[in-house]
């Protein structure tokens, strides 16, 4: 039974550590730099060796807050919010909305999106939005054809977002402004119908 109690405490002390962390993220706008180890420890309660013990690195800890971040904006938000329009305009729709968030949340996003890309697997933030875009594609489409165009759309927004300082060079799209924007994924999105 003992045992039991200290899995449990361990499970509430790294949750602890976690919320700390994560509202921490939060209140520095995702300037990682501001987010340290100590205040971490301080806000939850706790030694700096139990963070060290449970993540391993400040790194790793925030990979995890920040996945939890981004997890929480992708539950909240659909692709296809505008249920009453075409599955093109969905697209149009969802791929700017996505892009404004990570252009508003730039140090978190980077943080997620390299992430998932290193360390890839079924349960990361681009999977889900994968599977959104994936949804919002028209019925008629194959379903290798819908897989190729979502992993595409994906892959776009979130390599454009990393490159957004450059684009305007790059590919003569200025991704720092709404028009931009639009006219870049409306290309984009073009090429798929």
């Known amino acids: 039974m003992k045992e039991k109690s200290n899995h449990n ?17 939060i209140e520095s706008n995702g300037n990682l730099n501001q987010v340290t180890i100590r205040n971490i420890a301080y806000r939850a309660d706790v030694s700096i060796g139990l963070i060290n013990y449970h993540f391993k690195s400040k790194k790793k800890l925030i990979e995890m807050c920040v996945g939890r971040i981004i997890e929480k904006v992708i539950l909240a938000f659909k692709f296809n919010q505008k249920i009453n329009c075409e599955p093109k305009d969905r697209l149009l729709f969802g791929a700017t909305s996505v892009f404004a968030f990570l252009k508003e949340n730039p140090e978190i996003s980077k943080v997620s999106i390299l992430s998932d890309l290193s360390s890839p697997h079924m349960n990361t933030n681009s999977f889900t939005s994968y599977q959104e875009i994936l949804n919002t594609l028209p019925k008629n489409f194959s379903e290798e054809k819908k897989k190729v165009i979502a992993f595409m759309l994906l892959s776009t927004i979130q390599s454009a977002f990393l490159i957004r300082t450059v684009a305007d060079d790059l590919l003569d799209f200025d991704l720092n402004n709404d028009d931009g924007i639009n006219s870049f994924f409306e290309h984009v999105i073009d090429l798929f119908f």
């Open 9 to 25: 405490a361990d499970i509430d002390v790294k949750e602890s550590i976690i919320d700390a962390a994560t509202e921490l993220i």
